[in-house]
């Protein structure tokens, strides 16, 4: 069982599109997590979610909205897609506690053309 | 602030050899910190762990990683390198606000030659 698991794993989308990446977790987890990774690879936090509520909202255009239904699931929406936008979208869960590690999706490749 | 430096943008080991892959942090506080291993095309895979006691760590895959809190390091080490240990390696603290994301170096990417 994949205990993270995001969809789809590529899009590619034109300007201008508002697309949805969406995420699961089956480990029962409190918290859950959209990171953002570069083009040069690097990882940045974009949102935290804690049983539905929002904790982290690092400094995120607002056509990114994510949606957290139950504490299973953490959706990123993107309205207005723009070129820039194109990276890999990680989802990620946890269990709170400062100690705990956190457990990744597979990514989303989103790629604006 | 909370952060993490990977002084490396890439290790070169030949296989058999030993391998090492820095990281510093700079954290108020006592650390949480932790290691992590992405191959091509997937996502990030956890490897070990610092929350507090042994400064040597032993994680997945035969990696371990030693803590030195007098210069702020914590080391990524395997004794014996594979070439299926190349791969891009993240070192992350927990950042103690804000519910606690991980906050990630830049990452290294490691390379094991036959």
């Known amino acids: 069982d994949t205990a993270v698991s995001q969809t789809p794993k590529y899009l590619v989308t034109q300007m201008g599109n508002d697309k949805s990446i969406k995420c699961e977790q089956n480990l029962g987890h409190d918290t859950m997590y959209w990171y953002k990774q570069d083009s040069k690879k690097f990882l940045k936090i974009m949102f935290s979610?804690?049983?539905?509520?929002?904790?982290i909202n690092e400094t995120v255009p607002n056509r990114f909205s994510p949606k957290s239904p139950d504490k299973a699931h953490l959706n990123l929406h993107i309205n207005s897609l723009e070129l820039g936008d194109s990276a890999v979208y990680f989802c990620a869960s946890s269990q709170d506690g400062q100690g705990r590690e956190a457990f990744f999706g597979q990514g989303t490749r989103l790629t604006v053309v | 602030a909370q952060s993490v430096a990977q002084p490396e943008d890439q290790v070169n080991v030949a296989e058999g050899n030993p391998l090492t892959v820095k990281c510093t942090y700079s954290v108020s506080g006592n650390p949480y910190l932790f290691w992590y291993v992405q191959y091509p095309n997937r996502g990030l895979q956890f490897l070990l762990k610092y929350i507090t006691g042994d400064n040597l760590v032993k994680g997945s895959y035969g990696f371990e990683a030693e803590f030195n809190k007098s210069q702020t390091s914590f080391h990524l080490k395997k004794p014996s390198a594979l070439v299926s240990d190349s791969a891009l390696y993240f070192c992350a603290v927990r950042d103690r606000g804000s519910q606690g994301n991980l906050i990630f170096g830049k990452g290294t990417k490691l390379s094991v030659k036959p």
């Open positions: 979610y804690n049983n539905k509520e929002l904790i």
